[in-house]
């Protein structure tokens, strides 16, 4: 199954999150990384900013993941990606999967399983994925990207610290992200009442703030035309 595509924003409309970005490339390599919250909270855009320039393999979740078998094909070729696994037949077993990895000599790196929440309720493919979890070898890090808190055995991880987690808490823009959106990179006049009001009426939603953007460079485009006809 190919890989599916990922949303993208335009290069110069991306800001980077110095905020978000700072724990994970401090604590990136903890086994685990955790991003979950609403739809248009910006986290496959967040995450994909964090892993530019690392050895890394994404997959999107799909509705054929809900069947482990068909999971298990997915990280089969995804991991075969990220370590240059020779791969003749697709892999009968996750343990047998693990074991190539860990015969592999390559140096390892991120697997981004991106829309977990795809096979929420799928409890055979949830185990596989716990599986992972439990014997996920040591060069390989995962990066787990969800709309909701994924159901996975996640608490031994956090006891140990092995885990980092970023939640639509975390994901929501602040007034300053805003601003610096807004200003710098749609190059929008905004004082900082306006700023805060936008933060507010948006609740730090990226989709939301993306649309306001555009609906006021619109009008600030329509107001400036109308100035130079005068």
Not at 98 to 114: K, N
Not at 121 to 138: M, N, V
Not at 145 to 153: A, M, T
Not at 185 to 207: D, K, Q, R, V
């Amino acid at each position: 199954k190919p890989m599916s595509s990922l949303s993208r924003s335009p290069p110069d409309r991306l800001l980077h999150r110095s905020r978000l970005l700072g724990p994970l490339q401090q604590f990136g390599s903890r086994r685990v990384v955790l991003v979950h919250g609403k739809a248009g909270q910006g986290k496959s855009t967040l995450v994909e900013d964090f892993l530019r320039g690392r050895a890394q393999a994404w997959h999107n979740l799909d509705a054929q993941d809900g069947d482990p078998a068909g999971l298990l094909r997915s990280l089969d070729e995804a991991l075969s990606r990220l370590f240059a696994l020779h791969r003749s037949a697709p892999r009968a077993t996750l343990e047998t999967l693990l074991e190539a990895v860990e015969r592999s000599t390559s140096e390892g790196g991120h697997l981004v399983l991106d829309d977990l929440h795809r096979i929420h309720g799928h409890s055979e493919s949830l185990r596989l994925l716990d599986g992972l979890l439990s014997k996920q070898p040591g060069r390989l890090h995962l990066v787990l990207v969800s709309r909701g808190y994924p159901e996975l055995s996640l608490s031994r991880l956090r006891s140990r610290r092995e885990l980092l987690e970023i939640s639509d808490r975390e994901l929501a823009f602040r007034r300053d992200e805003v601003e610096q959106l807004l200003c710098r990179l749609w190059g929008l006049p905004l004082e900082a009442a306006a700023g805060a009001a936008l933060t507010e009426i948006s609740a730090g939603w990226a989709t939301a703030l993306t649309h306001l953007a555009a609906a006021l460079e619109a009008k600030h485009r329509a107001d400036r035309d109308a100035e130079l006809e005068r």
